[in-house]
């Protein structure tokens, strides 16, 4: 304010200043403020409006710096208080890993020790059979719970990645929940317990959904009531149609045990949080990875069901589990036809794999159900044994995946990419330990038919192979003869004439008859035939 009269002092002409200060001066009374405004009402009241504005543009202004200084205070509080908590969950979390990698590493030494020790026992214990046949039963339990730890993770691995696909098959719930049960009963009777059952009639309703992980889910729930049971406990399992339309069923599972039972704080805090366990003490008893409740949680919610517990402790658990399943009309038609035996008996098999010791139990499990094989070491030799085998040598190829020079996936599309008959249609199986979602899609990728997961069992590699020896599309009929003046052979079943004459036979193949086109079978013979036919 000061500077605008200084300014405005200044442009006034010198004589006009002089005049009115002579005047105020000359005035009989003294000049007050009260006076100049009355004097000059229109600049004062100038002057008040704009100072008014002034104050009250600097008032509001301050208003909205402090309203904007609180919420950002607040916001600031807010984030001090999501970085503790945050905070607070990773410390908790990192806890929870460390713990777990802490009884991992002992659950994982328990079962390599108990199989190290049984294999020490064999050797000083070879001729008492008796003892021998103990240890070989221990070692092969003791082999079970490493693999399941190492599934555990696996599975988890996948759920928090998102990785886990549901397939969706045609299943009936009597024939799963039976193999559960079937499953469950030795290691329950071998604890001491009683297996009870009880559940609606099933026999003839089959339903689309995931077979594995629905026998993962049951399964898990049954492992931890025969684990933490008392001796001489029972387990009782209940299967309930709560529901049916046209087009779905929902059913109910309920798993229930006289066990040790779980607090109502763990159920409600800790029971479906991974790496949680509720009796770190005794551990020597009760092994696995705390993973499994998070797991069945997981698998439950994306197949849309929901699971809940009630427990009292020292009484023992109740798990419910409610899913709906998408009804499979024609499966009932599909069930009743004639099922295919898995017979690979008289099969000629190409295998590649590059450790001996794998090569050694492939080729057991191999032999033992009849097939024949041809062994190579890695996807090069494989490759090369193929090329240089007439066509139709190899039933088919089971591939490992990680090898040296050239590994499975690089043999398999070069197989693929061969120019004769049968590198399009024989099929490759993977015979790998990469058991991810993306290692399955990349066996597809590089041409491969199915997938098959290590450690190896012998009736789904069996079966694996069965399943894509039945699907194979291959020529049916093989030339015989090509001669102008040969004459067409009676035991012959279709004969093409063009400039000469083609002979035929029908290959027979266990369980296909296939009648081919004649173009189909010239096409054929244009390729696998030794002479070179006319166009």
Request: hydrophobic share 40%.
């Amino acid at each position: 304010m000061l500077s605008i009269l200084n300014k405005t002092l200044k442009t006034i002409p010198s004589s006009l200043l002089t005049g009115a200060l002579a005047m105020y001066d000359s005035a009989p009374e003294k000049v007050t403020v009260a006076y100049f405004v009355k004097d000059n009402l229109t600049t004062a009241s100038a002057v008040f409006i704009l100072l008014s504005l002034l104050l009250f543009g600097l008032f509001r202004k301050a208003r909205q710096s402090a309203k904007q200084a609180q919420e950002l205070n607040l916001k600031l509080q807010q984030s001090q208080t999501e970085l503790q908590e945050a905070l607070v969950q990773a410390k908790a979390a990192n806890a929870a890993k460390t713990t777990f990698l802490n009884n991992m590493s002992h659950d994982i030494r328990t079962p390599i020790n108990g199989i190290i020790g049984m294999l020490t026992i064999i050797r000083k214990n070879e001729d008492d059979h008796a003892r021998v046949r103990d240890c070989l039963h221990k070692i092969e339990l003791s082999s079970q719970l490493l693999l399941s730890l190492v599934n555990d993770v696996l599975d988890m691995a996948q759920l928090e990645n998102g990785t886990v696909v549901l397939r969706r098959e045609s299943m009936n719930l009597d024939e799963v929940c039976g193999s559960i049960t079937n499953s469950v009963l030795f290691q329950a009777e071998a604890a001491g317990l009683t297996v009870t059952g009880e559940h609606d009639d099933f026999s003839g309703i089959y339903v689309r959904s995931s077979a594995l992980h629905l026998k993962k889910i049951l399964m898990n729930l049954f492992t931890n009531c025969v684990k933490y049971n008392k001796p001489g406990g029972s387990i009782h399992m209940q299967m309930h149609m709560l529901e049916r339309t046209d087009e779905k069923i929902t059913c109910q599972f309920i798993i229930e045990d006289t066990g040790l039972g779980i607090s109502e704080d763990f159920i409600k805090n800790h029971l479906f949080k991974p790496f949680e366990q509720a009796d770190e003490s005794s551990r020597s008893s009760y092994m696995g990875t705390g993973l499994g409740m998070s797991i069945v949680q997981q698998l439950v919610e994306q197949m849309g069901g929901t699971i809940s517990v009630e427990s009292k402790l020292g009484e023992g658990s109740r798990f419910t589990v409610v899913l709906p399943f998408e009804l499979d009309r024609d499966a009932t038609a599909a069930a009743a036809s004639p099922q295919t035996q898995s017979d690979i008996a008289g099969t000629r098999l190409l295998v590649a794999e590059d450790n001996e010791l794998n090569m050694e139990i492939a080729i057991f499990l191999l032999h033992d159900s009849g097939a024949q094989t041809v062994p190579v070491q890695n996807g090069r030799q494989a490759l090369a044994a193929f090329r240089d085998s007439e066509p139709g040598s190899f039933d088919a190829i089971l591939m490992d995946v990680m090898m040296p020079e050239m590994d499975g996936l690089e043999a398999a599309k070069a197989i693929r990419a061969l120019d004769r008959p049968d590198a399009k249609t024989i099929p490759i199986i993977a015979m790998t330990a990469n058991v991810f979602k993306e290692d399955r899609e990349k066996c597809l990728a590089a041409g491969m038919n199915a997938h098959l997961s290590k450690p190896l069992d012998a009736e789904t590699m069996k079966r694996t192979i069965s399943e894509q020896l039945q699907k194979r599309e291959k020529p049916w009929f093989l030339p015989l003869l090509l001669c102008k003046s040969h004459s067409i052979s009676s035991s012959c079943s279709m004969a093409l004439t063009s400039g000469a004459t083609i002979c035929f036979f029908r290959l027979t193949t266990p369980g296909r008859t296939t009648e081919c086109s004649p173009q189909s079978v010239l096409k054929a013979a244009r390729t696998s035939c030794c002479a070179p036919l006319p166009t």
